[in-house]
C-alpha cells in the first residue's frame, strides 16, 4: 500500500503558485520522497525528489517538514500545461535493499485561465 | 540517447493470446521495473531487476506473466493467455541502484483485450 496521502484533486488560477500538500507520516528515515506527474496518456514524469533537505530545480520546489512527516510541492508559476495528476511517493525501501515507487491515487490539478 | 522506449505503444489482442512488450531503458541505468495502470488508478508495481537479476515479483504478477532482462538491458513481459482484465497501460522505468537518483518511465503500452 501507498505511503503517503494526498488531496483528490485541486483548482490553481493560471499565473499562481500551486501548492500541493502530502502526508506521510510512517516515513522511515532512509527514504526519499519523490513527485512525479502524469499527464493524460503519458507516462509519469519525474519532477522533484528529496529526503530531509528543501529541493528546488527548474521545474519546482520541494518543502519537506522537519519531521518528516509531510511535504509539499510548489509550482510557482503555474500554466495550463500543468494540469496533470500529481503523485506523491515514498521510495520503499534504501539501497540495495529496496527501491520500488508505490504510487497512490495522486492529486488531479485543473489549472484554470 | 534520450529516455526509455517502449514497444509497441498500442496492442489489441483477442482474449486468449499471448502478447508480449519490449522495454529498452537508459543505457547506464541498472534497474528496470515494470508497472500497469488502470484507467483512474495510479500505476502499480509488478516487478523489478537489477541487472539481469529479478529482485521482486509483486502478487498482481501471476503465473500468466512473466518477464525477462537477458543480459541487463532490454527487458521484455509476457502475457500468456490474455483475459479482458489484463487491459491496461504497462509502463517500463529505469534508473540507477541508488536513491539519490530518479526513475524515468517510458510511454507505456496500452493493451486492450477484446
Known amino acids: 500500500d501507498a505511503k503517503t496521502t494526498q488531496p483528490t484533486s485541486m483548482d490553481c488560477a493560471e499565473g499562481r503558485a500551486a501548492n500541493l500538500p502530502c502526508n506521510h507520516s510512517?516515513?522511515?528515515?532512509?527514504?526519499?520522497v519523490y513527485w512525479y506527474r502524469q499527464i493524460h496518456s503519458q507516462g509519469p514524469q519525474y519532477i522533484i525528489h528529496?529526503?530531509?533537505n528543501n529541493e528546488t530545480n527548474e521545474m519546482a520546489s520541494l518543502i519537506i517538514t522537519e519531521d518528516r512527516k509531510s511535504s509539499t510541492l510548489i509550482l510557482p508559476h503555474a500554466t495550463l500545461r500543468d494540469t496533470a495528476v500529481y503523485y506523491c511517493i515514498v521510495r520503499v525501501g534504501s539501497g540495495n535493499q529496496g527501491g520500488k515507487l508505490i504510487f497512490g491515487q495522486g492529486t488531479e490539478l485543473s489549472v484554470k485561465p | 540517447d534520450t529516455g526509455v522506449s517502449q514497444d509497441p505503444r498500442h496492442k489489441i489482442t483477442k482474449r486468449g493470446q499471448n502478447v508480449t512488450f519490449r522495454c529498452d531503458p537508459i543505457s547506464e541505468h541498472n534497474r528496470l521495473y515494470w508497472y500497469r495502470q488502470t484507467l483512474g488508478q495510479g500505476p502499480e508495481f509488478l516487478t523489478y531487476f537489477q541487472n539481469e537479476a529479478q529482485l521482486e515479483k509483486s502478487r498482481l504478477l501471476s503465473d500468466r506473466f512473466s518477464a525477462e532482462r537477458p543480459k541487463g538491458s532490454f527487458s521484455t513481459l509476457e502475457i500468456q493467455r490474455t483475459e479482458q482484465g489484463d487491459s491496461a497501460m504497462y509502463l517500463c522505468?529505469?534508473?540507477?541502484?541508488?536513491?539519490?537518483?530518479?526513475?524515468?518511465f517510458g510511454s507505456g503500452t496500452r493493451l486492450t483485450v477484446v
Open positions: 522505468a529505469s534508473s540507477h541502484g541508488a536513491a539519490a537518483y530518479g526513475y524515468t
Open positions: 528529496g529526503l530531509k
Open positions: 510512517t516515513i522511515s528515515g532512509n527514504e526519499y
